[in-house]
């Protein structure tokens, strides 16, 4: 389930999420508004804050209709969360 929808069925607030969570509510509104995603490490903590309700899969992104480009920051990995291939992984490339 999708962290906006979560938050008006239980009626919580950015500030009262981002208190269970351990961000700022200002965070909390960007993942609303999808101008970001949570960081990897807050995850577990999102999950936990929603007892499994909203989970890392909540956060990736629809394909975009139409062509049309996805939020900005979508689709952007940093190199240490690229994924590895079985030849990186086995130091033979």
Known sequence: MKIERYMS???????ALAARVGVFPTTVMRWRKNETRPEWDIIPAIIAATEGIVTANDFIPAPAPNGAEPPSGYGVISPDQRPVSEGEARGRV
């Open 9 to 15: 069925i239980h009626k919580l607030t950015d500030t």
